[in-house]
Every structure is written in structure tokens, then in C-alpha cells.
């Protein structure tokens, strides 16, 4: 049993020392609880594919007959499964104590009616009145012949 323990010791090492880097980074990068939910969905990503591989080794080592193969694929396939158990209860009690954590924020809309092109690209109609800019605001050189005493110094409108 020990000698068993033994041989997944460096597995848990290197995820242990993956764990911490990980968790380091993006908590100085952005914040503590984004650094966990990083963590945790590299951890689920990573837990889960070394568990398929350890259980195709397994699988296979046991249609070959390879018993001492197989004795450690199924060591490291426990150790895999029990990082990713470990994983998944990480998460239920992240979520447990961030409600919000799921609901991401969406994108928002304007509203336009229908045809009517967004006024943010200068182009087009505006939705309140479905005319298009130029209807709506006379060109300037116009402006300025209809109000000559803007030009003026302390002239105005």
C-alpha cells in the first residue's frame, strides 16, 4: 500500500506546484476569487484529461497482461479522479458562497426600430425620428449665413 502511495507522489508534487503558480499569477493579475476561478477550470480541464489518459493506459496495459503497468495507470487513474473529485467540491463551495459567480454579465442593446441604422456610426437614420442626420441638422455653412452674429466676437446663437 505505501509503496503504491509512493509512486504518485510526483504526480501530486507537479499538481501542487501547477496549483500554486496558477493560483499566484492570476491573483496578482486580477484578483483572488478570479484567480480561484481559474484555477478551478484549469484544475477540471486538467484533472479530467489525466484521468482519460491514465484510463487508456490502464485499459490498455490490462488487454496486454502487463500487470505492473497496470497497477500504476490505476494508481495514478485514482489519483487523477480524487484531484478531480477534490475539484469539483472546490467549486460547489465557491459558488456556494458567490451566488453571482454563475450569472455572467450580457452585453446590452439599444433599442432602433426596424431599418433604422445605429446613430453611433454617423450614418444613416436615427431611430426617434427615422429621417437621417442631414434632415435633422442643417449643414453648418448654412447655420452661418442664417446667424451672422455668431461670428461675432461675444456674439452668439
Not at 490498455?60 to 494508481?75: K, M, P, R, T, V
Not at 485514482?78 to 484531484?83: E, R
Not at 467549486?91 to 439599444?110: C, E, I, L, Q, S
Request: glycine residues 8%; charged residues 20%.
Amino acid at each position: 500500500m505505501i509503496a503504491r502511495l509512493s509512486r504518485i507522489v510526483p504526480l501530486l508534487i507537479v499538481l501542487a506546484v501547477v496549483a500554486a503558480i496558477v493560483y499566484l499569477v492570476a491573483a496578482w493579475r486580477y484578483s483572488p476569487n478570479r484567480g480561484k476561478e481559474i484555477l478551478i477550470k484549469a484544475f477540471t480541464w486538467l484533472t479530467g484529461i489525466l484521468s482519460g489518459v491514465f484510463a487508456l493506459v490502464s485499459l490498455y496495459a490490462l488487454l496486454d497482461g502487463n500487470e505492473l503497468i497496470l497497477d500504476l495507470g490505476l494508481s495514478f487513474l485514482v489519483a487523477a479522479l480524487i484531484g478531480l473529485a477534490i475539484t469539483r467540491i472546490c467549486r460547489a463551495v465557491f459558488v456556494r458562497n458567490h451566488p453571482g459567480w454563475k450569472k455572467k454579465p450580457m452585453k446590452t442593446t439599444r433599442p432602433t426600430t426596424p431599418g433604422a441604422r445605429s446613430p453611433r456610426r454617423g450614418k444613416g437614420k436615427t431611430p426617434e425620428r427615422g429621417r437621417p442626420f442631414s434632415e435633422i441638422i442643417p449643414p453648418y455653412e448654412a447655420w452661418i449665413h442664417e446667424n451672422p452674429a455668431c461670428l461675432q466676437p461675444g456674439g452668439g446663437s
